[in-house]
């Protein structure tokens, strides 16, 4: 294995970083390796907001489940769907252009942020810095967009907070090429193989099914499936003792509890005059 499959091999998402600021040639190189990556057309319709301010990293916590490690990082970048550089050059420069009302096209974009995003991780990992993606942005999108002050046409992705990790980090397991490829054309594993799969991943996945989390659960199961698969959830976790990962992720922790449904998302989308929705 050489050098670079290695580092994307033991690459791990860190989330204790020392209190050490990264020097700005070392952040730089971070920036031009995100800002080189691959995109639709060569648009590259997208842009970083490098946040290094505490106030800022602080709201940024809060915004993202308040999760500790992002006010104590160094630095938080927000990477933003933006078609707004765009629409200033054909303001100088006439040309149709309906980006904004077409769904692929934002899903082409939102895939060039994410790709600029690893390539970021990537270049800091080379340069003995940790990363974690931070999703939950999403979550608060109106919020975010008001704090950076993202103009009409730009739309918060994805975040990444950047650091010096406070001790050596062991990557998790991973499913294998035998569960993620498929040759020619997609084919369900015999469900008894991708199970066993499922718990190999998670071996060292413990967690005790504790009165809280099966009420959380089993009240998860009722809104979305209604009595009876909650039942069945319950049961089943009763049984075992456990709760697994996918019940604890999808049943108590990624929940909608205070964030934006799908049309409080939309409508945030709208206000930057994404017209597709």
């Excluded at 499959?5 to 700005?24: V, W, Y």
């Excluded at 765009?86 to 980006?99: A, C, G, H, M, T």
């Excluded at 049984?239 to 996918?246: D, L, M, Q, R, T």
Aim: some cysteine; overall charge positive.
């Amino acid at each position: 294995m050489n050098e670079v499959l290695k580092m994307i091999d033991e690459r791990a998402s860190c989330r204790s970083f020392l209190e050490k600021e990264i020097p700005e040639d070392i952040l730089n190189q971070v920036l031009d390796a995100a800002c080189s990556t691959p995109s639709g057309g060569n648009f590259q319709a997208y842009s970083i907001i490098k946040v290094k301010d505490k106030e800022k990293k602080l709201k940024l916590q809060k915004y993202s489940r308040d999760q500790k490690f992002i006010s104590r990082a160094p630095v938080n970048l927000v990477f933003c769907i933006d078609y707004r550089r765009i629409k200033r050059i054909i303001e100088v420069e006439p040309s149709p252009f309906n980006f904004t009302e077409q769904f692929k096209d934002l899903w082409m974009t939102i895939i060039d942020a994410s790709i600029s995003a690893h390539t970021a991780c990537l270049a800091a990992e080379s340069l003995s810095l940790k990363s974690i993606y931070i999703g939950n942005i999403l979550n608060e999108a109106g919020k975010i967009s008001q704090l950076l002050n993202l103009p009409d046409y730009v739309f918060p992705v994805i975040m990444v907070t950047l650091g010096y990790p406070k001790s050596p980090i062991k990557p998790p397991r991973k499913y294998g090429r035998n569960v993620l490829v498929h040759d020619e054309e997609y084919k369900d594993m015999d469900i008894n193989d991708l199970f066993k799969e499922y718990k190999k991943k998670n071996s060292n996945w413990k967690m005790k099914a504790t009165d809280k989390f099966v009420d959380r659960l089993y009240k998860t199961a009722l809104e979305y499936h209604g009595r009876d698969y909650a039942d069945k959830c319950r049961d089943y976790v009763l049984e075992k003792g456990a709760i697994s990962p996918y019940q604890y992720w999808f049943g108590c922790y990624y929940l909608d509890d205070g964030f934006l449904d799908n049309e409080a998302f939309f409508e945030e989308m709208r206000k930057k005059l994404f017209t597709w929705v």
